[in-house]
């Protein structure tokens, strides 16, 4: 079973430029999730979807973040424009949304550096 | 104050020898689960295993158990026969319901694993 896809693996920008990234999670599952790993961090949940509707996006940074996900499949993030502190990576996670035991798969992440 | 606190930020263990990885958590809900994950240099975050706050037994998978003891508020992942491959950021996470109806996956601050020949 192929797991959660995520492209770029890095992306080095300067400062007020924008940025995407794209997710594909594992097949069937219900539940996408973005996070950003600051270094040094654990990972802090930016948006949550169920199927292609928000269930939680409480922490994302809504001037400058954006994410969706149309057809309830893949999923992209944007920052436009970005900030030095932004430099994070960024994850994807999927999960089947259901059940006591549901377990979140991540993606390899994509490194962002903001020059 | 913190939900997921993971003391020791550094490790060094023996090749072979067991190692205790420690998370203390602090939750009101009655029903959670508690995760580990492991990060290893590449960065992807790699399932270990779960405990339910209902279950009664410690979970195990081949080489890790969790050490659960929930007056405590304790889940520590014991790793058996520590190999070099081991060598990784260990976070300890923690699914509770949250304001917005859907279930929450926090995270500690990881604790780093070395493993020395």
Redesign the interface.
């Known amino acids: 079973e192929a797991g959660v896809a995520q492209s770029p693996r890095y992306k080095i920008i300067e400062k007020r430029q924008s940025v995407a990234f794209w997710c594909n999670p594992i097949s069937g599952h219900a539940t996408l999730y973005w996070y950003q790993q600051i270094l040094g961090q654990g990972p802090k949940l930016l948006i949550q979807f169920q199927n292609n509707g928000v269930v939680d996006d409480s922490q994302l940074p809504k001037d400058r973040f954006s994410a969706e996900r149309l057809k309830g499949v893949d999923s992209t993030l944007k920052i436009q424009p970005a900030k030095l502190e932004d430099s994070a990576v960024y994850l994807c996670a999927s999960s089947l949304g259901r059940g006591t035991t549901d377990t979140q798969y991540f993606g390899p992440g994509t490194r962002l550096t903001v020059l | 104050a913190q939900k ?1 606190t993971q003391t020791q930020p550094g490790m060094f263990v023996q090749e072979k020898e067991a190692v205790t990885l420690d998370c203390t958590y602090d939750t009101s809900d009655p ?1 959670y ?1 508690l ?1 580990w ?1 492991k990060q290893p240099s ?6 270990l295993i ?1 405990q ?1 706050s209902y279950d009664q037994q410690n979970a195990t998978e081949g080489r890790y158990s969790l050490n659960f003891q929930k007056a405590r508020k304790s889940a520590n992942l014991v790793i058996s026969a520590s190999q070099l491959g081991d060598s990784a950021m260990y ?1 300890c ?1 923690m ?1 509770e319901n ?8 926090t ?4 604790t780093r694993l070395t493993i020395i020949p």
């Open positions: 997921i029903s689960g995760f994950y590449s960065g992807e975050m790699i399932f779960y339910g976070f996470a699914r949250s304001n917005f109806g859907n279930e929450k996956l995270f500690g601050t990881g």
